[in-house]
């Protein structure tokens, strides 16, 4: 099976992020299945849409032919190394607090996010084919990501049709068999394990209006 296609080396144009109001009660975190965690209102309207404006001034990367082994996607997008904004989408989110419980391999514990900020934009026609997410090892700490994290800043209530990120977790040579195909909600959080127990998914085509999706992974050390 594919695995996710490269990401880009990270972006250097100016980028003065939103800020991240604290929620004003402790988030709530919902496991519809195996490796799959949504925390609905993540992000507030106000703060999704200052993130879509200020992404939207950025000049993204256009989609490329994948590589032998590699997923087809042809949404656009943008990654920034930055470690300040993601101790603060760690922090003022709310999200450290809500994974306080969450162990990982061997008994590990999340302890923040990858400095690797990504966002991708679907426009209408765009998808990224079934594949698999690695992990990501950072030799200073000695932490390895466990978990993909998507915030979707556009969904079904901004009138996107199709899009959503659909689970295949009994995938076969003949079939990707059935999926699990958590609802496109503006504002929601979704959390995926990744590395060696990622499950077989992909972004869905969409059919309407434009998908809008902040990216990261969470620490586990």
Sequence with gaps: MAKAKGTSQAE???LVWPSIPRPPRPLRVDNPAEGLL????FFSAKTRSAFVSALSALRLQGPSAP???EATRTNERFSLHDPAFAQ???QDSGLSKALEGLEGRGGRKAMGLNPNVRCYRYPEGTFFGAHYDDDVHD???GWTTEWTLLVYLTGKEDGV???????YPTPSKRSNGPAIVP?????RALLHRHGQHCALHEG??????????LRSDVFFG
């Design 12 to 14: 250097t144009q100016p």
């Design 38 to 41: 949504l925390i609905d209102d």
């Design 67 to 69: 590589k032998k082994g």
């Design 88 to 90: 603060r989408l760690w």
């Design 139 to 141: 030799p200073a700490t």
């Design 161 to 167: 049709v199709g899009g959503e990120t659909a689970f």
């Design 183 to 187: 609802e496109l909600l503006s504002g």
């Design 204 to 213: 869905r085509r969409v059919d309407k209006g434009v998908k809008w999706v």
